[in-house]
């Protein structure tokens, strides 16, 4: 448990610095440091969120940044996605769980790459002008 809880903590703290969700580091964390299967790592990750959420939506209701309608909403709805996935994480073998998660990966790569060259163009743009 306590391995797992540093692991949480680590991976929220490191994710929090590169601007990524927290399952992109706990995941892999899980399945290869803690030996947990695809199915219990991710599991395990979505079960993280939902404190985190909690207090984040009370945090942002209390600045006024929550729609309550649309919220309610999604969160009603969130229930059938998981569901869904629930369904499906158990349907799939493990193998493509992983194949999936590492595309999942790979695609978070991409976007924070991107994110970052178009970071330092801008910046370079500014420099130029001043």
Do not use: C, D, H
Not at 14 to 30: C, D, E, Q, S
Not at 98 to 114: H, V
């Amino acid at each position: 448990m306590i391995e797992a809880a540093l692991v949480g903590i680590l991976a929220g703290v490191v994710a929090g610095m590169l601007g990524v969700g927290g399952g992109i580091l706990f995941v892999p964390a899980l399945t290869i440091g803690l030996g947990l299967s695809q199915v219990e790592a991710e599991a395990t990750s979505l079960l993280a969120v939902v404190p985190v959420a909690l207090v984040g939506a009370w945090r942002q209701e209390r600045y006024g940044n929550v729609a309550l309608k649309e919220a309610a909403v999604i969160g009603a709805l969130s229930g059938l996605g998981v569901l869904a996935g629930v369904v499906l994480a158990n349907a799939l073998p493990t193998r493509a769980l992983k194949i999936a998660f590492a595309g999942l990966l790979l695609l978070n790569a991409y976007q924070l790459s991107r994110r970052a060259i178009s970071s330092l163009k801008e910046r370079k743009r500014v420099e130029r002008r001043a």
